[in-house]
């Protein structure tokens, strides 16, 4: 039920949130900033990471877990030299001023919504989330849209650490076994201890990026991603890779973001959960690649056409 509820909500305030990064007016008033508006990356991350202050590529890596450092490091700290984060909050807040009254057509009374957005974003606990207890910890605007999206903008900042994955480990596990026990990859419960073994490891990787999804209140499908560390791993299908790419994995593969795991329950394909998941753990990643082995067709095409996979 929790899970349902769940991603209900985020269909409903993501699309909120996110006409910030998209929106002529946000544009337009990135623009007057001084920002390059010819690429999408300058007004995203001013918009994003004001919240946190001046912060450094180090600060934005570590919040920004699934964008390559290599990326961050090519405008922050930057964009602080165009405008400042206190600029950039004011320019936001015009932004979305703007924005949400066009597409609400002057229909913008909000106040039920806000005040229930409010107590829901004030109720969250925030250990670990840097961005979205740096936006709670902003002060809520008078306008009743503008209080619902930073609330919203709260609450999608709000994402699972390392360690909480770990506690839908049993889940995921069942959702492994599920998608590959059977064709094409006929690992029966072999390739599933294996993987039992491996969530533990995992949830301490620096940027991990985690997706469960649920349908119809059951667990259908998970992917995990990380960037790529250096030196390039062994083991697994990464010596093919080596052999594949030779010298080149260093310089294509390290710091972008890989994909070590998307597993379909049976009962969940043919939906397009999967390009969805694979669309939010590759969201802003420069580069993005699947691991996985070459019969895999479905997911290589997934991975390809929706991120710009190797």
Known sequence: MF???ARQMWHQTEPVHATLYFSPEAFEEAARLGHDIGSRWPSYFAWRMAPLGAAGPRGVAAACYSFSPTMIAEYMPAIWAVATPGQVLEARSRAM??????????????????????RAAESIRVAHRPLAAANLELPW????????????????????????TLGRAAE?????????????WYEDGHGTAGFARRPATDARRPG??????CRDGEPAEFGTAWPTQSPFPAGRA?????????????????????????AVSPHARGQRLAARILDLLCEGATGCGLLTAPKAHDAIGSTNALAGGV
């Not at 605007?141 to 909480?164: D, M």
């Not at 995921?172 to 094409?184: D, H, K, R």
């Not at 991990?208 to 999804?213: F, H, K, R, W």
């Not at 890779?241 to 795991?261: K, M, P, S, Y």
């Open 208 to 213: 991990l990026a985690a997706v469960l999804a």
């Open 97 to 118: 001023d703007r924005t949400l009254r066009v597409l609400l057509g002057g229909h913008i009374d909000m106040t039920e919504a806000a005040e229930l957005a409010v």
């Open 141 to 164: 605007p008078r306008e009743p849209h503008l209080t619902l999206w930073q609330a919203y903008t709260v609450l999608r900042e709000r994402r699972l650490t390392g360690e909480e």
């Open 172 to 184: 995921l596990i069942e959702i492994y076994g599920a998608s590959f026990n059977g064709p094409p």
């Open 3 to 5: 899970e349902r509820l």
């Open 238 to 262: 990464y010596d093919r890779v080596r052999v594949q790419l030779g010298g080149q994995v260093e310089t294509r593969l390290v710091g972008a973001l890989e994909v070590d795991e998307l």
